[in-house]
Structure formats: C-alpha cells, structure tokens
C-alpha cells in the first residue's frame, strides 16, 4: 500500500502560510510591501484587537484591474517577475508570489481596488483561500485590504499569539520600518480607533527618525551623511556613544531600501564604535546601504528578513567607515542640561527676575544638534509641532578626513596605521616645573592644600613611581617667575581655560560656551591608551629584580595559552614554577608595584576568554593604562590640570575612556542662566 500522498491544495496552502504568517504583523509587513511596490505616496494600516480580529491596508497605488484582481490570490501569482533572470536582480519587496494565497488560506479577506482613472474599482471577499463574491463597486484609487479573524480555520495557531497590545507592537514595529525604508511615503497606523503614528512622507529621513526613535534618543543621534565605498553607498542616523543602550532592539538596518536583519552590519556598526562605548551598551541607528541588486539575494528567508551578499567584506567595510567617519566628524562630549517640572512664564517673573532676563536672541547650543544643519520643510502645527520645535539647524563642525579602510573582515581589531598621533605623554618630557607657592592673600585651591610631612612624602613616592604622568612641558611655565607669583598659561587654540579641580578627581573648565567637567583618570587613561595602540614595539622598563606573581592553577594554565599576546602588550614574563610567573620588564609606563594586580587581572580576562578572540590584545592595553594613569583622588596642580585639559581637548580621539564612559561633559551657558534664572524659558 502506497503511504506518499501528494498533498491537497487547501494542506499546501496552510502548510505555506506557516512559513509567512506567523502572526498580524506578518500579514501587515506583506501588505505594506505591496503597497509600496503599487507606487503609492500615502499608507494607511488600522487595527483592532492588535491585528488579530482586524486589520485594515489602505494605499493610493496603481491598483489592480477587474481580471488581475482574482489570479493575485493564486499561488505563485505575481506581477514582478517574468524570467530566471529576474530573480538574480531582485528591485521590489514583494516577489514570491505566495503572500496573499498564503494569508487568505488563514482568514477571511475583503479587497478594494480601482486602477488609476478607471470608473470603477472590483471587491472581493475570500474565506480559507477560496472566492466567495466578485463584483463591481465603487472605490478610491488605489488598493484597500481588510483582513479578519487571522487562523480562525486554523485554532491551534490561535494559542502561539500574544496579548493584543504585544501584537500591535509588532505591527508598530512594521510601520516603523516602512517609514524609516521609505521616507518619501506618509504612513499611518490606527490602533483600536486611535492613531498612534505617522509620518508626512515628504521625503526628509529626520522625520521617520523623529517618529520612530523619540525626541530625547533623537536629540543624542548624529547623521551619517552619504558615503560611497567601493560601489556601495552608506547613509542613515546613528546616536553618540554616551547614549548607548542595554540592549540591540533600536539597531535598524536596510538594505535597497529592505528592513533586514543582518550580523554583519550589527557586527560593522558595533566596530566603530570599539573603545567609544560604555562595555554593555549598544549602539542604536538605522543605517541604510544601496548595492547593485546583482550583489545580494533576498531570496534566502521565507519572511524576507535575512539576505546574503555576494562579498562581504566591501559591505563590511563600508558600514564601518561611514559610521566611524561620522562619530569622528562630531563633538560627542554629552551636556547636561537643566530640567523643570514647570517653566515660568515671561509675565510671571518677578520685577527682579525680568531685570536681569537675557533676552534669548539665539537657540540653545549642542544640547539639541546634528552633525549636520537639517533644512527640514514647514510641517503644521498640532502633532508635528513637537518635531518642528526641536528641529534646530547646527552650524557644521569641520574636521578632516579620518577613516578611509575598515580593520579586516573577521578579525575585528583596528589597524593601527589608523590610530591617532603620537602623544606626547609626561614620562617623555622633562620635568623641568618649579614648585609654585601661592600668594599669601589668595586662597588654597583643595586640591592643593598644605600636606602633613606623611602625606608629602606618600604623595611624593606616588608621583614618582606614576613617573610625572600629567607633567607640563616647559613651554607652558615662566621660569622668571617668582615662588609667590601665579602661573601664566600661553593661550590654546580651543579656548578653555582650567578654573578648579572638585573631588581631586574632575577639572573644571570654561571656555565662550560654558562649563566643562573633565574626568582626569578616564582622560589620561584614553591618552595613554592611544598611546599604546599606536606604538609599533611596546616601550619597556626592567625591573630591578623580578616580580614572582602566584596564581591558581586555572589562572595559570589561561596565562599560559596567551603568553605571546600578554608579551606583545610589554611585558617580559616567563613560567616560573608550576604555578607562578617570573615578570622582568612591563611596560614602560607601568608602576612596579602594579604588578601583581595588573597579572591577576590578564589571568582573569585570560579565562573568560580561553579561545581566541580578535581584540584580546586591546583587553590587555586597556589594562596596562588603566593602571598607569593618574588615579582618582591624587592632588593635582593647577598647571598639570591645564595640560591635560589641553590634551584632552585637542585630542577627537580623547572623548571617552576605553571602557566607554566619556570624559568630558559640558554645562553650557545658557543652561547655567536658565537654572538661575537670568533667560526667558
């Protein structure tokens, strides 16, 4: 007795739409992707229940002839291909040719349709795939789908479906893509009879930008603007790396003009932003590539979701200088900015309040800026009047050129060819500083209190065993200059002049644009990393006499394995004993007795990490000159501060530590006079 049976074609089908329909906004992505490919400038989705009882795709495209109409349900029915050919240069979102058969075999289906100028359009009710009316009526242009009742032929998908508020979200989610893909076209969703989103399909990708990521995420993103790369063309949106989140749901990525899910943009975007951003956070951004439709099949997913592409290494290489040129192209420095519950208006200020008011004559500086100014169109008042409000044209920062390769494909670590300029750090120079005694009449900063005899000669002991980390070259002192009188500082290009020090931890700085707040330990640390990264051969001290470290026999036998990359980072370290490890040299801007901690520390990374990993050695880097920057709490100068502020700012690659946090935060004026008081708000 045969037991292969050739399937019926009502199993087929839903066998079919398992594949497509997963749940509402799997029908909902279908549809908006037809809708799209109609030509239409205007979208509109509305769903009850969360798409599961109801869900509406209204759009004003091309529509569908009297005749066409009905062979659309059929599967394997489309009008976007015609040869094999075709399907090695794949130009529009739908092409299968199975979405509709698929979704009207699962629920039961009413479609509207008039092409352009004709008289009158067609309808159609189908119930589990199957035809149920076709006549004329009366329609706008354009295509009008209803879907209801999803699996109700079908109970057992019914219990795979979320809450209606989760499904909606999905269907958000779809909306949203759309948008971002296609800012040129106004989309619309309606959930249970209230509208939760649109756009104004002007063509302005800030919009979509706006709509989908929020005014707050917004005011943190920069723009990449358009980069070509080897035929491969780059633009989109992506945050500073102070904003960075928890996770990776707000990465957005488009391929023609695709929503697509795709490890190695994640992979390219997350690159560029290697030792700028905190560890355990995530950039978020909608980037968008264009690539000859030759160089990549759409055709590997059922969902259209995943793509493959020809060579990946060009697409790699071209996400990552585009977004990596755009983070160096911006002043990345967050801003703290003054917040109220309630803001006062003019004509409630007291007399004495509107005497000293500023008048605001100009808008509020970088707290709200884009790498670039935004020309955006009027919008009207009412739901876009949020967007136009914080829409604020920037005067461009000018830079110059920084990224033109990417590091290789696979081995994420940078090339150090591109690392910055050689740093000149304390231990290079001479110290040739005197000892500066204030004025009898002028009062001792904190940081620069007189010292007990014990804390003189710790502190002393300290400093030289830092090897002067933050020491001044000699053309920053006056050496005419008596004990009692005060340093003068030559003037810098970027204008900040040091004031204080709080917590012997924080500069603090002013320049014309307000108040500056520098971390000293994670912007030393980021001087010295750089450093490092850029040395060809590691500068090395020997020891007087070698350090023996003791570790646990697994911390021993992780040590072993990376031996050669814990000597590449300059250390001279050699098995001693089964398990002890004798070190001669470290590097050469390490204190001797940091090295036990320093061992321990690679030991533990070593173990976290037993297989090989691309940027093992920036781990062991990160190390090094976390310990051999100045630290936290140390009693400062005022002319050590000013040369590190120095570096700091004239330095792009000096805005965060290694590990990501930034060092440097701005206070501007006009937020300083708002929390006073002295501005209109």
Do not use: W
């Amino acid at each position: 007795m045969a037991i292969i049976k050739e399937l019926s074609s009502h199993l087929a089908d839903l066998i079919a739409a398992g594949e497509v329909v997963e749940r509402p906004a799997s029908v909902a992505k279908e549809l908006v992707e037809n809708a799209i490919d109609a030509g239409s400038n205007r979208i509109t989705v509305e769903i009850e229940n969360g798409g599961i009882t109801y869900l509406r795709i209204a759009d004003n495209g091309c529509g569908m002839a009297p005749e066409d109409a009905p062979v659309a349900f059929r599967r394997h029915a489309t009008s976007k291909l015609r040869s094999e050919e075709d399907l090695a240069a794949i130009g529009t979102l739908g092409f299968r040719g199975e979405a509709l058969a698929a979704i009207s075999s699962v629920t039961r289906i009413d479609l509207f349709t008039r092409q352009r100028e004709a008289i009158a359009g067609v309808h159609l009710h189908l119930e589990a795939g199957e035809i149920q009316v076709n006549e004329e009526a009366g329609c706008p242009e354009g295509t009008t789908i209803v879907v209801r009742d999803l699996f109700y032929n079908t109970p057992a998908r019914m219990k795979f479906l979320k809450k209606d508020f989760t499904e909606a979200g999905y269907v958000l989610g779809v909306v949203q893509h759309a948008a971002l893909s296609h800012p040129e076209i106004a989309f619309t969703l309606i959930r249970d009879g209230k509208q939760v989103f649109s756009t104004d399909g002007k063509g302005k990708l800030i919009t979509p930008v706006f709509a989908v990521f929020g005014k707050e995420m917004t005011a943190n993103m920069i723009e990449v603007p358009e980069n070509e790369h080897n035929g491969l063309t780059v633009h989109g949106y992506i945050v500073k790396p102070h904003a960075g989140r928890a996770n990776r749901s707000m990465q957005h990525f488009f391929v023609n003009g695709r929503y697509v899910k795709s490890r190695l943009m994640q992979a390219a975007l997350e690159e560029a932003y290697r030792n700028a951003i905190i560890t355990g956070k995530y950039p978020s951004g909608a980037i968008f590539l264009e690539l000859p439709l030759s160089a990549v099949d759409v055709n590997v997913h059922p969902a259209k979701t995943e793509v493959k592409f020809s060579q990946e290494k060009p697409v790699f290489e071209a996400v990552y200088i585009a977004c990596k040129n755009a983070l160096a192209a911006n002043d990345n420095t967050p801003q703290l900015e003054h917040k109220e519950k309630h803001t006062p208006r003019e004509d409630n200020l007291t007399q004495e309040q509107q005497r000293f008011a500023v008048p605001r004559s100009e808008p509020a500086p970088a707290a709200r800026s884009f790498a670039q100014p935004l020309q955006t169109q009027p919008v009207s008042k009412g739901e876009d009047a949020e967007l136009e409000d914080f829409l604020v044209s920037v005067p461009p920062r000018t830079v110059r050129p920084v990224y033109m390769s990417a590091p290789p494909l696979g081995n994420f670590k940078p090339d150090p060819a591109r690392a910055v300029g050689r740093v000149q750090l304390p231990s290079e120079l001479k110290n040739t500083q005197e000892k500066v005694e204030p004025e009898a009449d002028i009062a001792v900063l904190p940081a620069e209190r007189p010292q007990t005899d014990e804390e003189a000669a710790e502190l002393a002991s300290d400093t030289a065993s830092e090897d002067n980390l933050v020491n001044i070259p000699q053309s920053q002192t006056n050496p005419q200059k008596t004990a009692a009188e005060e340093p003068v500082y030559e003037p810098i290009d970027h204008g900040a002049r040091v004031i204080g020090e709080c917590f012997r931890t924080y500069i603090i700085a002013e320049d014309e644009d307000g108040l500056l707040l520098i971390d000293k330990h994670a912007a030393h640390e980021r001087i010295l990393f750089n450093k490092l990264r850029a040395e060809t051969e590691m500068p090395q001290q020997q020891l007087l006499t070698p350090v023996v470290v003791e570790l646990t026999g697994e911390e021993a036998a992780a040590v072993q394995t990376q031996l050669e990359d814990i000597r590449k980072a300059g250390f001279s370290i050699d098995p001693f004993g089964e398990n002890s490890f004798a070190v001669r040299s470290v590097p050469a801007y390490l204190d001797s007795g940091d090295v036990q901690s320093v061992i321990s520390e690679l030991a533990e990374k070593a173990m976290n990490s037993r297989t090989t990993v691309p940027d093992r050695l920036d781990d062991l880097i990160h190390t090094v000159a976390c310990k051999a920057a100045i630290k936290a709490g140390r009693a400062t100068t005022m002319l050590e501060l000013q040369n590190l502020c120095d570096r700091v700012l004239s330095d792009d690659n000096v805005r965060s530590c290694p590990h990501g946090r930034p060092t440097t935060v701005r206070l501007t004026k006009y937020e300083l006079d708002k929390m006073f008081k002295r501005v209109n708000q």
